[in-house]
């Protein structure tokens, strides 16, 4: 098992997701009620295909029901870790062995168990109240969850603001994660086998960069010391009337560069001041002693007061 954990919807989930098959997709590859193959497998894998040969995403449909779960996703996780006493983790996507077939659950739970957020239409979530059950449509996505992560259980949350919250355990199917594992499998030979043949042809091949995990060391924001540097280094770049690095506007980096947290955290004010233009104090802009004193000086005179 792979792990990544960028933050979902991000640029870097969108990039390690190209061409790799995905468990709210595996419903195009598997039938839902017996896992057998489906029908849709083929479409599905032109698809991934084009992926990786384009290196980007291809357009997909967002219903208002998915940027609505998106949205109120917060709420309902803690509202879920109030309701059982649990603690979640965030995590990005989540991949086998062979990066070519993966899930992104909206949180993991403990050691043992995966998390999926749903926001229904309120009569949706009035019969998810009523049946206390999924239907067999989703067993694709949580059943393929289970096989990618290894764990044993995943809780599907359906969340209605101002109506109790409903959650929906789904433990492990041995028996149909045994039959997706050889669908899975069946399908992947196939389009590495096509990979091959499209990289035989004119225009070919099509190397993909595989997504590497975030290092250890990201500060508190999500940010690794090396990126705050040169977020920190552009933000000296003082812009004038002439351009940057002329005699009339010289551009020195600064000498120490904070870390991510100091580059982030902190309000401007606080911040190591930037080169400025031209003025008396030997060409850079006043500090916060020498607005104090212009600040009481101006009290002390202030205009059309005849001294």
């Given at each position: ?137 989703h067993a694709p996505q949580t059943q393929g969850q289970l096989l990618v992560t290894g764990r044993a259980w995943v809780d599907t949350v359906s969340f209605y603001p101002g109506l109790p919250i409903v959650i929906i355990r789904t ?66 770049i003082v812009t004038d009337s002439a351009p940057v690095g002329t005699p009339e506007s010289p551009v020195e980096p600064p000498a120490e560069p904070p870390s991510a947290e100091t580059t982030l955290g902190l309000p401007p004010i ?38």
């Amino acid at each position: 098992m792979i792990r990544y954990d960028f933050a979902q919807r991000s640029e870097d989930w969108h990039r390690a997701r190209l061409g790799v098959a995905t468990s709210s997709e595996f419903h195009r590859i598997v039938t839902p009620a017996q896992g057998n193959l489906s029908k849709q497998a083929p479409a599905y894998m032109y698809a991934l295909l084009a992926e990786w040969m384009l290196g980007a995403p291809l357009p997909d449909y967002s219903s208002d029901f998915m940027e609505r779960s998106s949205k109120m996703e917060d709420e309902a996780v803690k509202a879920y870790e109030f309701e059982t006493d649990l603690k979640t983790e965030r995590v990005g996507f989540i991949t086998d062995d062979s990066g070519l077939v993966g899930c992104s659950p909206d949180r993991l739970v403990g050691d043992d168990g995966c998390l999926e957020i749903k926001c229904p239409a309120a009569n949706t979530h009035v019969g998810h109240m009523i049946e206390r059950k999924l239907d067999e449509k989703h067993a694709p996505q949580t059943q393929g969850q289970l096989l990618v992560t290894g764990r044993a259980w995943v809780d599907t949350v359906s969340f209605y603001p101002g109506l109790p919250i409903v959650i929906i355990r789904t433990s492990r199917r041995n028996d149909y994660i045994e039959a997706l594992s050889a669908a899975l499998d069946s399908f992947v030979r196939t389009m590495l086998k096509a990979r091959d043949a499209i990289n035989r042809l004119p225009g070919g091949p099509f190397p993909v960069t595989p997504p590497k995990p975030l290092p250890e060391d990201f500060g508190t924001f999500g940010i690794s010391d090396e990126d705050a540097t040169a977020i920190w280094n552009a933000r000296q770049i003082v812009t004038d009337s002439a351009p940057v690095g002329t005699p009339e506007s010289p551009v020195e980096p600064p000498a120490e560069p904070p870390s991510a947290e100091t580059t982030l955290g902190l309000p401007p004010i606080a911040q190591e001041p930037a080169q400025a233009q031209e003025s008396g104090n030997g060409g850079k802009r006043p500090g916060m002693d020498d607005l104090r004193r212009q600040m009481e000086a101006a009290k002390a005179h202030p205009r059309g007061r005849k001294g």
